[in-house]
């Protein structure tokens, strides 16, 4: 028997046992990648790194036998910096992606081939379950998001992406979904805003128990949603759909209630365990022209429309902006019986920060856009009309955000006579009422921090447009999911953090070899269309554009999906580690290997560029017997395991297949999981 120290305490353990096990006795961690109880230690990766009293350098715990009187210490600045290092090198030349391109994008982080699998399988249920555990508000987020997750769909290397906002619209609309909640907390929080950042913290808040009281200025809940959004592209009744479901988790609401009137800051403070602001950007900006007192504003207008109230607008209509508000209200303007809509923005069509396709449907229905035009001045032109002088406009260098300068031209102005100017080109923060009621604010609006979102108040979080200025109502529902996670943190006493994050990797920039090898077995198709409604409804009602998937065609494009990312990276170590260990995996550029597949294993999937040359599937091969079995084959930057005289994975792993991917600790041999396109289709 020996007796050594490990992090100041005494273990007596058998001659021959390694550190890693009379550490594992004391139930002290030490992270390991290459080891396998039961097989000889290989000490690859060295991430189990130790160091041992009266040695200079570190020594890898799997393999190092423990002596009489050893010191160990397993956690140091200096060990956590070797193993850092250490994960950062193994992961420098990774070929493959952790997340699917598209969840990878999308802000509310959606793991969107989870619920298109389940789509492809009939299993609408289990879809919209996917959705909720990270998206409130899915059905309204499918028809007005931007769909920045399609912008990045693998499928767009190939044919066209993947209709995702359809398929999570498809799921939202058939399958009502009221989560469980957990046992009542007691605890009480108040929601200033009932907008998407609002709405979304309370669903999930109240699914972890905690009550929640929504404040909100307006009449009905929902925000930009409900006044912003013309009907066409989001019916209220589906927005109230959604909102009904917060209700029955037991939200209360208090409508036509004004903060900095009807209540302060701090009587919600004293009143509740926590706070959220997720007020918006409800202030329309100046057209910062002589006089835009003439102009209507865009989200004035909007919420007229929308409460059934539209002014007048005359004949001719002219909207300044080329945001999505802009869009809305030259389509709405149509819909109000407007006979000629144009809308003028500074920059060109490449710089719209509208929807493509949004603009292009503002075109189909009559709308004209000009570009590279700017507001001078609005002035009365006789009791029903109004002169607008514009001046054309040049791009210039870049701004501090990328985007060319407009610059006017000089002696191009030019007027337009019409009857009505709508100023859509943007909106503000109300940072002088949170300023008053002790917020720090910055330039954009509530400071909060970028992470856990809370301001300078203790229990006081605020979210949404209210921290990032106009934004996308998707941005707004994700802040307010994250915002939950904090505050829930907050009211059950741990430390506040925010959302658990992951370390992950994306397989950038590919090569047309990569690309060859990565739609090798995907059949072109094409992407599905949306039904519309007719077009003498389209252009003179507010009746919703854009139908909902019939289940046909739902499941033909959830068939379409390719399922990628790692089909192991729920369960994989190396990831895990990295994140632990706030591993860079970029820290040490240079060429990666490519990406392969070796599909032929009827169980598994083996992708080389992934394998870290543990030697673990080696040793396991071995163990098990295999005729053929593994080994480490080529040299320098291509050495990876593979079968040898050219065999294939399963001519290799006949017997240890699946012992083989269970130990994998990154993936490179993974469980075989159906990708939708691979799904037979069923009748």
């Known amino acids: 028997m020996v007796t050594l120290t490990i992090d100041g305490r005494a273990v007596t353990v058998d001659a021959g046992t390694t550190v890693l096990s009379a550490a594992r006795r004391l139930g002290i961690d030490v992270p390991t990648l290459c080891h396998v109880p039961g097989l000889e230690p290989a000490s690859s990766c060295f991430v189990c790194a130790v160091q041992i009293e009266g040695r200079r350098n570190l020594s890898p715990a799997c393999a190092l036998p423990v002596a009489d009187g050893m010191v ?38 959606l793991d969107i081939p989870r619920f298109v699998m389940d789509l492809a399988k009939h299993d609408t249920g289990g879809a919209i379950r996917v959705i909720a555990e990270t998206l409130a508000l899915p059905g309204s987020l499918g028809r007005v998001c931007p769909r920045l997750c399609e912008q990045e769909c693998r499928r767009r290397d190939y044919d066209v992406s993947l209709a995702i906002g359809a398929l999570h619209r498809y799921a939202a609309d058939r399958e009502r979904y009221v989560p469980e909640r957990e046992r009542a907390t007691a605890k009480r929080v108040a929601v200033i805003g009932a907008g998407p950042a609002g709405l979304a913290a309370a669903y999930f808040l109240l699914r972890r128990g905690h009550m929640c009281t929504l404040y909100d200025s307006k009449p009905e809940a929902g925000g ?39 209540f302060t800051l701090q009587q919600l403070r004293q009143a509740n365990d ?31 429309v929308n409460t059934g109230n539209p002014p007048v607008l005359g004949g001719e209509v002219v909207v300044i902006g080329g945001g999505n508000t802009a869009v809305d209200c030259a389509r709405a303007a ?34 004209g856009i000009e570009f590279l035009v700017a507001p001078v001045r609005v002035e009365r032109n006789g009791h029903h009309l109004l002169s607008l002088t514009c001046q054309r406009i040049e791009l210039g260098e870049a701004d501090k955000d990328g985007r060319r300068r407009p610059v006017p031209v ?45 301001t300078n108040l203790p229990g006081v979080f605020a979210g949404g447009d209210a921290v990032l200025g106009a934004d996308l109502a998707v941005r707004a529902v994700a802040t ?56 003498e409804r389209r252009v003179r009602t507010f009746d919703e554009v854009e139908l909902g998937l019939p289940p046909e065609q739902a499941e033909t494009e959830a068939h379409r999906c390719m399922s990628c990312g790692c089909g192991a ?30 599909t032929s294993h009827p169980e598994i999937v083996y992708e080389p560029g992934k394998c870290i040359v543990c030697n673990a599937c080696v040793r396991i091969a071995a163990e098990a017997g295999e005729p053929v079995g593994l080994t480490i084959a080529g040299r320098g930057f291509d050495v990876a395991v593979a079968a040898p005289f050219g065999k294939t994975v399963a001519e290799g792993l006949r017997r240890a297949g699946r012992k083989a991917a269970e130990v994998c600790p990154t993936g490179a041999l993974a469980f075989r999981g159906q990708r939708s396109c691979d799904l037979v289709k069923l009748v």
């Open 72 to 109: 160990v210490t397993t956690n140091s600045a200096d060990i956590r910096r070797a193993r850092q290092m250490a994960l950062e090198l193994l992961l420098s030349d990774h070929a493959g992606d952790c997340v699917a391109p598209c969840a990878g994008t999308c802000p509310a982080g």
């Open 224 to 262: 930009m949603l409900r006044y912003g959004i013309p009907a066409h592209r989001l019916p209220k009744d589906a927005l109230a759909a959604e909102v009904g479901i917060i209700r029955e988790l037991g939200a209360e609401f208090r409508f036509e209630q004004r903060w900095g009137a009807d």
């Open 274 to 304: 926590a706070v959220f602001i997720a007020t918006g950007a409800p202030h329309a900006q100046d057209l910062r022209c002589e006089g835009e007192e003439h102009a209507l504003s865009g989200i004035e207008f909007l919420e007229l």
């Open 334 to 367: 149509v819909r109000v019986g407007a006979r000629s809509v144009r809308m003028l923005y500074r920059r060109t069509q490449r710089e719209m920060p509208c929807l493509l396709s949004e603009a292009e449907e503002a075109q189909r229905e009559g709308v």
């Open 410 to 454: 000089k002696g191009s102005e030019f007027s337009i006579t019409c009857s009505t100017v709508i100023a859509a080109i943007g909106q503000t923060v109300d940072r002088g009422l949170a300023e008053r009621q002790g917020l720090r604010v910055d330039a954009i609006g509530i400071a909060a921090d970028e992470r856990t979102f809370a």
């Open 480 to 535: 307010g999911r994250m915002a939950a996670a904090s505050i829930h943190q907050y009211l059950t006493g741990v430390r506040v953090v925010g959302e658990p994050t992951s370390m992950r990797i994306n397989m950038k920039p590919m090569d047309d070899l990569e690309r060859a090898a990565i739609f090798r077995d995907i059949e072109r198709t094409e992407r599905v269309r949306h039904p519309e409604i007719e077009w």
């Open 569 to 598: 990276s729920h369960d994989c170590r190396i990831r895990r580690l990295a994140t632990e260990y706030r591993a860079d995996p970029y820290r040490y550029p240079g060429a990666r290997r490519r990406f392969t597949q070796d």
